[in-house]
């Protein structure tokens, strides 16, 4: 059960590590789609 936590734990670390670079661009998309569909 630990080792399936730890797993988890470092995947979502590693996620989060690319989300930090693709940050940015996640926003304006985001931005980019509210604006579109307001």
């Given at each position: 059960m630990k080792k399936i936590l730890g797993l988890g734990y470092l995947a979502f670390f590693v996620?989060?590590?690319k989300l930090e670079k693709f940050s940015s661009l996640v926003d304006t998309v985001k931005s980019f789609?509210?604006?579109?569909f307001a």
């Open positions: 996620k989060q590590k789609y509210s604006a579109f």
